[in-house]
């Protein structure tokens, strides 16, 4: 590495909190930074010297294979989507955001291994300052929040995207930690703190998806250690969910089957019911080849999003004038009453990627994704290291939580977190088993 090469590997890494607080172009920042400082390069000798012949032959066990195939089937889907000028522009967006994380990840791969070491290094330090301005901000006041916006403590939203990043970073901070910490009682020490400060945060912090996807990540990461088959199983389980998720929201889970129940539920969580129902009606409707390229944004109409509130939540009120109480019929329930607001159930995207790419690329679509989730499942399990393998498919199923309740699949940020920590994983994956501090 170079000079610049080690000052802007430090900027990346301790400018976490800012790009948290810049929301998605932070994230997308970050990525096109490491682009600059480690892909740039790699473009002209990739094809100078013929780097891509080591991808060939294309097979359906490589995930080029299928990475290759759905990017044309979504290409080609943009002909029938709602507006065929502006979704060139957003595959063209969505493309060079792929393209920036290949020629990042290949070039940060090439690294030779003191390079490597200083940058999991450089990671381990500003990653540090990262958790601990984390939960001084959301346990000592919010002295950010209310310097950057009007709130009179921590500021929920603000942070929304720098929760995710916490999260899914502390897989790869997990697995560089016994790197560094070679000694035995540093290692527990530091371990145990990470474990207690980490759960302070995402007690507090927001999106509960986090807290969510932290669980599943423990949980799974057990797993997969204890016995290796259980990342191939959890994958065909989420393989199927995929297959049959708008069967599974039409007919068994939805607001009528859990209607005694949906008082339970946060609000969030009732209208994602709702409109995973009414957009898997609308996939049954056009199964094989899906609306189109980003055709989410574009359903509207629909019926009013509706709040199953109990007794208790309705007489601590008050509800907006905007809010009508329907008070005839099935309802109110004994639990209390629904609730229907003035905007439709549909938004900007599903929260829910397997229904996203059903509706807008059908049954072919799913297909290739399911090709693509194989390709990819295969290639963990054939991870050598037992740690390093569990760590991968714990960062696996945690990004499927994300994708599946919380974001849509073409927010350029996400695409971006997701490459920034793959490439992080596949740098501590390849270290040494000790190299101190």
């Known amino acids: 590495m170079n000079i610049v090469q080690k000052c802007g590997t430090y900027l990346l890494f301790f400018s976490l909190p800012a790009i948290a607080a810049l929301k998605g172009k932070g994230t997308v920042g970050l990525l096109i930074l490491a682009f600059l400082l480690f892909g740039l390069l790699?473009?002209?000798?990739?094809?100078?010297?013929?780097?891509?012949?080591?991808?060939?032959?294309?097979?359906?066990?490589?995930?080029?294979?299928?990475?290759?195939a759905l990017g044309i089937w979504m290409f080609a889907?943009?002909?029938?989507?709602q507006d065929i000028f502006l979704e060139l522009g957003h595959f063209a967006k969505f493309l060079a955001l792929i393209i920036l994380s290949f020629f990042t990840y290949f070039g940060i791969k090439k690294l030779p291994?003191?390079?490597?070491?200083?940058?999991?290094?450089?990671?381990?330090?500003?990653?540090?300052?990262?958790?601990?301005?984390?939960?001084?901000?959301?346990?000592?006041?919010?002295?950010?929040?209310?310097?950057?916006?009007?709130?009179?403590?921590?500021?929920?939203?603000?942070?929304?995207?720098?929760?995710?990043?916490l999260t899914l970073f502390l897989v790869p901070f997990s697995l560089l930690l016994p790197r560094l910490l070679t000694n035995k009682k540093a290692l527990w020490t530091g371990g145990s703190l990470l474990f207690l400060v980490s759960t302070a945060i995402l007690l507090?912090?927001?999106?509960?998806?986090?807290?969510?996807?932290?669980?599943?990540?423990?949980?799974?990461?057990?797993?997969?250690?204890?016995?290796?088959?259980?990342?191939?199983?959890i994958g065909v389980f989420i393989g199927a969910l995929t297959l049959f998720s708008p069967v599974i929201f039409v007919y068994f889970i939805n607001e009528q089957t859990l209607l005694n129940y949906m008082h339970y539920l946060g609000t969030s969580a009732q209208h994602r019911l709702q409109l995973w129902h009414d957009l898997s009606l609308k996939i049954l409707n056009s199964p094989f080849l899906g609306y189109g390229f980003n055709f989410s944004p574009y359903v509207t109409g629909g019926r009013f999003r509706a709040a199953y509130y109990s007794k208790k939540t309705l007489l601590n009120g008050?509800?907006?004038?905007?809010?009508?109480?329907?008070?005839?019929?099935?309802?109110?329930?004994?639990?209390?009453?629904?609730?229907?607001?003035?905007?439709?159930?549909?938004?900007?995207?599903?929260?829910?990627?397997?229904?996203?790419?059903?509706?807008?690329?059908?049954?072919?679509?799913?297909?290739?994704?399911?090709?693509l989730g194989y390709a990819f499942v295969r290639l963990l399990s054939q991870i050598q290291n037992r740690e390093a393998r569990s760590a991968s498919f714990a960062l696996f199923f945690m990004?499927?939580?994300?994708?599946?309740?919380?974001?849509?699949?073409?927010?350029?940020?996400?695409?971006?977190?997701?490459?920034?920590?793959?490439?992080?994983?596949?740098?501590?994956k390849d270290l040494p088993k000790k190299i101190g501090r």
């Open 204 to 233: 507090r912090a927001h999106p509960s998806a986090a807290a969510l996807a932290a669980i599943v990540g423990i949980v799974s990461f057990s797993l997969v250690y204890w016995k290796k088959s259980f990342g191939p199983l």
């Open 399 to 428: 990004y499927v939580v994300f994708w599946s309740i919380s974001f849509g699949i073409w927010q350029n940020w996400m695409i971006a977190m997701v490459a920034l920590t793959i490439i992080l994983f596949k740098v501590i």
């Open 77 to 81: 889907s943009i002909f029938w989507s």
């Open 113 to 165: 291994s003191k390079d490597k070491i200083f940058f999991s290094k450089a990671f381990f330090y500003g990653f540090t300052f990262y958790i601990l301005f984390y939960a001084i901000e959301i346990y000592g006041g919010g002295l950010a929040s209310k310097a950057l916006t009007n709130s009179n403590g921590y500021n929920r939203d603000l942070f929304l995207r720098g929760v995710i990043i």
């Open 42 to 68: 790699e473009v002209p000798r990739f094809f100078k010297e013929k780097e891509w012949k080591k991808m060939l032959p294309l097979t359906p066990q490589k995930i080029y294979f299928w990475l290759g």
């Open 318 to 371: 008050p509800l907006s004038a905007a809010h009508s109480v329907i008070e005839d019929g099935i309802v109110p329930q004994s639990w209390g009453s629904i609730v229907y607001y003035g905007d439709s159930v549909f938004g900007r995207h599903p929260h829910n990627g397997f229904i996203q790419v059903w509706l807008e690329f059908g049954l072919v679509g799913v297909m290739l994704l399911l090709g």
